[in-house]
């Protein structure tokens, strides 16, 4: 977690990294949510690490980490939007950058009735490969994370699923 | 929707469109959530097709857009807060662009004591106009759409509003 | 509040800055959201006005502000996630810019057994200084806040907490 700023000054230079970079984070985060675990190999280093909530899921490996992904989240009823927001990122040589996310992510299970939500700061290691910049290193540890059993709130009703409904919502307009 | 990385390296030229681009998008959803629909003229092209929600509401052209905003969202008990995040965009000519944004979306309907929550990925173009960037096309597709009779909560409870109390919390320091 | 586009056309060489002020925005609500209070005398200038939630929470200098933050913020069952989205900076001259936030917050007091939820816009004035950019005034006015007694949704639960469990969430992967 960074306790300071930019550790040298900012130049126009960096700023295409910087760029890719966070469109490399939002490809990541898209590729998980749209479900297409696939296209995460061009994302990950092979030897990338993830220690996610604090540690609590801790996968070494692409391989690892696209089997945890895919099997905890492949599911149709899994509705989830992990949105990243507040990139400090640091470009700290040629190849290699870092950089800290604060997280705010939903997540609607229809098959066991419960909603789970939840805020966390990301700290994140990057290399830059011939293809472009990777993620190497990346985990976050929780602000908050609350579960909430849907039938508690009577009324409470999905009206909208990429998968369900194809992204239609059953709103009149 | 994009399902690979931009189509040619970025350079440093692109930076200032992708930065008014953001921008526009972002004033595109202020204009909405402040009501000013007014606005939205100089964000949109006259011939611009919106189709939100999968399809469901769909329209064609400037002034049919503008119409279905300030007729669904304009009343002062109507609160939304719609969040673009993930900015994907790629400069695909001298004056043409395309984007996908990640969307996270409230709204608190006071009269109809109703709670609308939802999240969804947009896929928009744009056009380069002499008066700057405009969106030519915009539409998302829902992830999940939920709604909440706030009724079913015992004690929730509207705190502030920016039309009824002046944007002022109720809430003691 | 902007009501116009950018004063002037954005340059490449605005760029930097622009990057600069979101990131010192950043650094802000990490900060708070972190409980980093001590880290905020490098984020605001010594005679910096804030006035929250339309001026609900006003005050002036660097240390009522941080003084306030921290009496409100300060203890470990105060778990808060603010975030702040759709920046339109303005480089107003050689020292001087302007920035307009959309900011969505949730607030859970585990000791209150209270959550509150709300959106605002934020209206801010930088000043560039020798160390670098420093935040000068801010404030934002709410679209609407709202406040959940938690014991109103039987089953509802925390999970994870920065402090009460390290960050790891207690759920199973």
Do not use: N
């Amino acid at each position: 977690m960074a306790d300071t700023p930019a550790a040298r000054p900012l130049t126009a230079d960096d700023l295409v990294d910087l760029e890719e970079l966070k469109r490399l984070k939002y490809r990541y985060l898209r590729c998980i949510d749209l479900k297409r675990f696939d296209d995460l190999v061009d994302v990950l280093t092979p030897d990338c690490v993830a220690s996610y909530s604090g540690g609590a899921y801790h996968y070494d490996g692409r391989d690892a980490i696209i089997a945890f992904l895919r099997d905890s989240m492949g599911a149709e009823t899994f509705h989830s939007s992990h949105r990243c927001h507040h990139p400090e990122i640091d470009v700290t040589g040629a190849d290699t950058a870092t950089g800290v996310w604060a997280l705010d992510d939903v997540v609607i299970l229809t098959d066991w009735e419960l909603t789970i939500r939840g805020s966390a700061y990301y700290t994140d290691e990057y290399v830059r490969t011939p293809d472009g910049w990777r993620i190497h290193r990346t985990g976050y540890r929780r602000i908050y994370e609350e579960t909430l059993p849907r039938a508690s709130v009577p009324g409470l009703k999905l009206t909208a699923s990429w998968w369900a409904t194809d992204g239609r919502s059953e709103l009149p307009a």
